[in-house]
């Protein structure tokens, strides 16, 4: 996974810790819904396997001139994006928290940091949002 990946799937973590944390009764730890711990599995492997799609359709193509037919990983591609978006969803994180992150980071015109990632992707308004 690159390392922006792991970025943001720490910080969906801590979103989903700051929403959805359980405590642990006997030690008091405050920790995610195992729910949520596969969620983020599956997420991350999907991440993965979408890197992986585009790296292999970047070295050859979207069309194999040979066979005459187009790269099934176009295919595989799509359906890794689909669960993706799906699995945000079950997260309650909708692909509308993106442009959150991706409006305050023009904004300041530099990285964004986790806490304000955090702090956007909680707030119950977004653009549009009146």
Do not use: W
């Not at 996974?1 to 405050?30: N, P, Q």
């Not at 070295?59 to 099934?72: A, L």
């Not at 595989?76 to 509308?96: C, D, F, H, N, R």
């Amino acid at each position: 996974m690159k390392r922006s990946s792991k970025y943001y799937i720490d910080t969906i973590k801590a979103a989903l810790i700051l929403k959805h944390s359980e405590v642990d009764e006997e030690t008091g730890e405050v920790g995610l819904n195992p729910e949520y711990e596969i969620l983020l599995d599956m997420l991350v492997d999907n991440l993965d396997l979408l890197s992986e799609c585009r790296k292999s359709i970047k070295n050859f193509g979207i069309y194999d001139v040979q066979t005459k037919k187009r790269n099934p990983l176009l295919t595989v591609q799509k359906e890794a994006q689909a669960t993706i978006i799906k699995l945000l969803s079950l997260m309650g994180i909708p692909p509308y928290y993106a442009s959150r992150v991706k409006s305050a980071k023009e904004q300041n015109d530099s990285d964004i940091s986790a806490e304000d990632f955090i702090s956007i992707l909680t707030s119950s308004n977004y653009e549009g949002e009146e």
